[in-house]
């Protein structure tokens, strides 16, 4: 540049030898700099510009330096000259001339935008280097997008950050209010609001910085950080991508360009419940943080236990002593006891009273517990999700809502697996819930979304291979009239065999059969399934073993989902179809297996979040059953214990 600048001067001469030069620029400074910076972006090559990009681009940093403004590259008048108060000559001397600060100013900025124009070309035309934290089409939308535009800076004017690059700064600022690692954009914090870049290059990587930032928080924001995959391969959500091409465009064309990036984060109710509930969970001193109860033995009404204060302040109720203080004092009041009179005997704190049992109740119905208001294993467990530090617990369920469908449907069922509930939704409401049982942990139920086709009405249960092999051909092997007693058919070449006439010893080497269960009372999927054919062979069906859903443990399956009360749940489902009611769909009933095929397909959500708020706000948290959970945490960066 310095060559770049001799040269310039030496040009000027040169032109002042030739050909007089314009009257005014003779004494005014502020054309002959003008002139001579123009003479610079003409005579200086594009490699001296390049070669000084070769530093990471990092706004971060660029903008740390120290508040300065550029040197102007000649600066040959004293400022604030006071005009001469003579007959002005038709010359006017250097000397008598008063110089114009804002003109000056305004050049030295049209210079520097000028140069960090130029000095963006030279960074985008050397490609954008990969900081491991961009992916290339990231990359490649920005060197785009700043080609499209004449690479003309968009965050920085004259240095120093504009409207929109403080609104997009103050969005990183608040990234962790969302969910997303303030870390990413941690080092925003040295581009301060009133600084000044040092020099045109800094400029550029500054604004060429913040437009990859905002490409990536577009990213975080609808994909997330954490690949489902990556935590168990029976997560087969379709995750949400935003192409990289379209960010910056439609910011510069949003009214609202804070509210365009924001939007980048899920719309779903259940999000943004969290969002405000992180909000105050931060607002908490560590003194507010709750501490575990011990568990220990079973607790119930009428019972004297040393942790019973513990429970009524975790369920908000008022300390007892606190509240036979204030009644007696109330009763000294308008008492006319006598000093003869017998002294009323204090509430035992430890008493588990009726106020208690009752907030239980409830505590255990939220929790899709048994509420008979006995304090017992899974009660205390339920109790103690709620206790340490929940924030990064609240940010991994944050997490796993931006692995959820954009649009879950207007009509939908949600499978909450940690929860062992499902709930039919319209319009965001609830119009039907009810209790589920779920896979054992070694035949998890898989997390995925898809839509409902039919439901088959006295269905045959095809047993699952690993199912036929691992339990039932045990019991052939023994005796094969098992297969009768079981309701069971064996089908081999598409034909109904006797089991007495299979060797099931060859059998169990060379290949089992397919065996499938007729439909009856004892079948394993009851009178009714609804079916979403999917990857993983799971579905919702009924089940003759009733049992199972009064326990508060309820991953028993192997894998399917069975339900409570599945033809109330026929029905919640039939008011989605006009020429469907539930007594029609229970004429179906019979010896053999019928199709009822739905019109309108309806979007079906099994998911795992150990964390959601209630319609009364409060928030729920479900155990960790698979430890999907636990990964995700450890995926984040939080310690998952």
Not at 49 to 67: F, G, H, K, N
Not at 369 to 385: H, R
Request: proline share 7%; net charge negative; glycine share 6%.
């Amino acid at each position: 540049m310095a060559t770049a600048f001799s040269t310039a001067l030496v040009g000027l001469s040169h032109a002042a030898d030739r050909a007089p030069l314009d009257l005014e620029c003779e004494i005014n400074p502020v054309c002959v700099e003008d002139a001579i910076a123009q003479a610079i972006l003409e005579i200086a090559p594009e490699t001296d510009t390049a070669a000084t990009s070769l530093v990471p681009i990092d706004p971060r940093l660029e903008l740390a330096l120290p508040t300065l403004t550029p040197e102007r590259p000649n600066t040959v008048v004293a400022r604030n000259l006071t005009p001469a108060t003579t007959t002005v000559a038709p010359v006017q001397s250097v000397d008598q001339y008063e110089i114009d600060e804002t003109a000056i100013a305004a050049r030295d900025a049209r210079m520097l935008d000028t140069l960090t124009r130029q000095s963006i070309a030279a960074i985008v035309g050397q490609g954008l280097e990969n900081d491991g934290e961009t992916t290339s089409q990231e990359r490649q939308a920005a060197e785009a997008f700043y080609a499209s535009r004449g690479h003309a800076p968009l965050f920085l004017t004259a240095g120093k950050l504009n409207e929109l690059g403080a609104t997009l700064l103050d969005v990183f600022e608040t990234a962790d209010s969302y969910g997303l690692n303030p870390v990413d954009f941690e080092n925003i914090a040295f581009i301060a609001k009133d600084g000044q870049a040092g020099d045109a290059m800094a400029a550029a990587r500054a604004d060429v910085g913040m437009t990859l930032w905002a490409i990536r928080y577009a990213r975080h924001a609808t994909t997330g950080r954490v690949n489902p995959s990556s935590i168990a391969s029976d997560i087969t959500l379709e995750r949400n991508f935003v192409d990289p091409s379209t960010v910056m465009p439609s910011l510069l064309a949003a009214s609202d360009p804070r509210q365009a990036l924001l939007s980048y984060h899920p719309p779903h109710e259940q999000f943004h419940a969290l969002r405000e509930e992180l909000a105050k969970l931060r607002q908490r001193s560590e003194t507010e943080i709750l501490q575990p109860i011990a568990e220990g033995g079973t607790i119930r009404l009428g019972d004297i236990d040393p942790r019973v204060p513990q429970l009524r302040e975790r369920l908000g109720l008022p300390d007892m002593m606190m509240t036979a203080s204030v009644d007696d004092a109330d009763v000294r009041l308008v008492s006319t006891r006598s000093d003869e009179d017998p002294v009323p005997t204090p509430p035992n704190p430890n008493l588990f009273d009726e106020t208690l049992d009752a907030a239980i109740k409830v505590f255990q119905a939220e929790h899709n517990l048994t509420a008979d208001g006995i304090v017992g294993p899974a009660t205390f467990a339920a109790l103690n999700e709620q206790a340490g530090d929940l924030v990064p617990h609240i940010i991994a369920n944050m997490e796993r809502w931006r692995w959820m469908p954009r649009e879950l449907g207007d009509f939908h069922v949600i499978a909450n697996v940690p929860e062992y509930r499902l709930w039919v939704m319209r319009d965001g409401e609830s119009i039907f819930t009810t209790r589920t049982v779920v896979g054992q942990r070694r035949h998890r139920t898989a997390i995925f979304s898809d839509e409902m086709e039919y439901m088959a009405v006295n269905p045959y249960w095809n047993v699952p291979s690993s199912i036929a092999r691992n339990e039932i051909l045990p019991r052939l092997l023994q005796d094969p009239g098992y297969a009768h007693r079981g309701n069971y058919e064996v089908i081999y070449n598409g034909q109904t065999v006797d089991p007495f006439a299979i060797n099931w010893h060859a059998a169990a080497e060379l290949g089992m059969p397919r065996i499938r269960q007729r439909p009856g009372a004892r079948n394993a999927l009851g009178e009714i399934k609804f079916m979403f054919p999917n990857q993983h062979a799971i579905y919702f069906h009924d089940t003759p073993s009733r049992g199972l859903f009064g326990r508060d443990q309820r991953a028993f399956s192997h894998g399917c989902v069975r339900v409570l009360d599945p033809w109330a749940f026929a029905e919640a489902l039939l008011t989605n179809e006009p020429d469907w009611d539930l007594a029609r769909a229970r004429s179906l009933q019979g010896p053999s297996e019928r199709n009822l095929i739905l019109d309108n397909h309806i979007q079906v959500h099994l998911t795992y979040f150990t964390a959601r708020v209630n319609d009364e706000g409060r928030l729920i948290m479900a155990r960790d059953i698979y430890g999907h959970h636990g990964r995700v945490l450890d995926a984040l960066g939080f310690a998952s214990s």
